[in-house]
C-alpha cells in the first residue's frame, strides 16, 4: 500500500467514525468509547493530512504559475517567493504525518505504577530517593495528574527507603515511561565537614497500570500471606495480621503492602502492583523478542542502566542517553524543568523509529 492510499484509509475511516456517531445507530455504548477514542486519535492526523493535501495543491499551483509564459514578472516573483516557503513547509509537515503515523505504544494512554527505592549510599540515598519522589509529584501536578501513594518506607529521618504511587490521568506512562532506570546523585550531604562530594544513587521504575483484561490472574497462581505491619525502626504500627504479602508462583514475582489498617484494602493495593510488574515483565519480553539484535538506547525501561546524573555543585542534570546536559537543577527537582528532558527523549525516540521505518 502506498502513503496516499494508507492516507485515503485513514481519511474514509475518521469520516465514516463521523457518520456512525452522529447518526446514533451505535446502541452499545463500550462500542461508542471505543469509536470516540479512536476518533479522536485519528482526529490530528486527519487535521495533518488536510495541512499537507492543501499545502501541495498550492504548491502545484503555483509551480503551474511560474512556468506560464503568460504570467507577469511581479506576479511570477510573488509565486516563486511563496513556492520556495512551501518547499521548506512541505517536508516538516510530511516529518509531522510521519511521526504520528509511527506505530504507538499500547501502553502510552495508561496510568502509571511508580517506583522509587533508595541505592546505593546509605542515608544519603534515601534522601535522594525522596527528592526524586516529592520531583514526580510536583511534576504531576504541573499536569493536572492524581498522584497517590500506595507504600511507602521511610527512615525516620526525611528520607525513604522505597515508595509505589498511582499516577493518574492523560498520557502519564506516555510522559513517564522514560523515568525508568538509575538516577545518581553527587552532592555534599549537611553531615559532612569536610565538603567532600558523595555519590549515591536511586532506582526508578515505571510500570504501565494494567487492566485486569491485560493481564489474568488465577487465583492458584497465588500464595497470600498476612503478618503485622511495622513502621520504621521496627516497632508495630497496629497490633492485628492487615500486611499483606502475595507471591505470584509462575513469575516469582513478590508484593508486599502494609500502609491500610485494612487488609482487604492492602490485598486490592498488592494486585494492582502485581498486575502492573507482570504486564510489565510481557512487555519486556516481547520487546526483547522483537529486537534480539540490537538495544534501544531511549526508553529501554532497564532499571540496571544509570540514566541521568544529579550534580549539585554544578548545578546540572546531564542524560546520559542522549548526552543532554541542562543547568537548570533546581527548576528539574521542581518539576518545571523535567518536560524539556522528556521532549528530548521523545523526539530521540521517534527519530530512532523512523529510521527504522525508512
Known amino acids: 500500500m502506498s502513503l496516499d492510499e494508507r492516507l485515503d484509509q485513514i481519511v474514509s475511516r475518521h469520516s465514516e467514525l463521523s457518520n456512525l456517531m452522529s447518526r446514533g445507530d451505535v446502541t452499545d455504548s463500550d462500542d461508542f468509547v471505543r469509536m470516540s477514542k479512536e476518533f479522536a486519535e485519528l482526529d490530528p492526523v486527519v487535521a495533518c493530512i488536510g495541512e499537507l493535501r492543501a499545502a501541495q495543491f498550492e504548491a502545484g499551483d503555483l509551480a503551474g504559475l511560474i ?3 503568460e504570467s507577469d514578472s511581479e506576479m511570477k516573483s510573488m509565486a516563486q517567493a511563496e513556492f520556495q516557503e512551501l518547499t521548506q513547509r512541505v517536508p516538516e509537515i510530511e516529518k509531522k504525518l510521519q511521526i504520528m503515523l509511527l506505530p504507538r505504544d499500547a501502553a502510552d494512554d495508561k496510568n502509571a505504577i511508580l517506583e522509587v527505592r533508595a541505592g546505593t549510599g546509605g542515608d544519603e540515598a534515601a534522601l535522594f530517593a525522596s527528592d526524586l519522589l516529592r520531583m514526580y509529584q510536583r511534576y504531576a501536578d504541573k499536569h493536572g495528574w492524581k498522584f497517590e501513594i500506595m507504600s511507602v518506607a521511610d527512615t525516620g529521618i526525611g528520607g525513604i527507603k522505597d515508595a509505589s504511587v498511582e499516577i493518574s490521568g492523560r498520557g502519564v506512562f506516555a510522559r513517564l515511561k522514560y523515568e525508568s532506570g538509575v538516577h545518581r546523585v553527587q552532592r555534599v550531604p ?43 525502626g521496627g516497632q508495630h504500627v497496629n497490633t492485628t495480621d492487615s500486611a499483606v504479602r502475595i ?3 509462575p513469575t516469582g514475582i513478590v508484593v508486599q503492602q502494609q500502609d491500610e489498617k485494612s487488609q482487604h484494602k492492602n490485598r486490592a493495593k498488592a494486585l494492582k502492583i502485581l498486575r502492573a ?30 540514566i541521568r546524573t544529579y550534580n549539585f555543585p554544578q548545578g546540572r542534570v546531564s542524560d546520559h542517553r542522549i548526552n543532554l546536559t541542562l543547568h537548570k537543577l533546581d527548576k528539574i527537582l521542581e518539576g518545571e524543568a523535567l518536560d524539556e528532558i522528556v521532549d528530548a527523549l521523545t523526539s530521540e525516540d521517534q527519530a530512532r523509529k523512523l529510521a527504522e521505518v525508512t
Open 277 to 306: 510488574r507482570i504486564y510489565d515483565a510481557e512487555r519486556e519480553a516481547q520487546a526483547n523478542a522483537r529486537a534480539k539484535d540490537r538495544k534501544d538506547q531511549v526508553g529501554s525501561g532497564d532499571r540496571s542502566e544509570r
Open 247 to 249: 507471591t505470584h508462583l
Open 67 to 69: 512556468a506560464d509564459p
Open 190 to 232: 549537611e553531615t559532612e565537614s569536610g565538603g567532600r562530594i558523595h555519590t549515591s544513587a536511586a532506582t526508578v521504575a515505571v510500570l504501565p497500570e494494567a487492566e485486569e483484561v491485560d493481564v489474568q490472574i488465577e487465583d492458584k497462581d497465588l500464595r497470600v500471606d498476612t503478618y503485622r505491619a511495622q513502621g520504621a
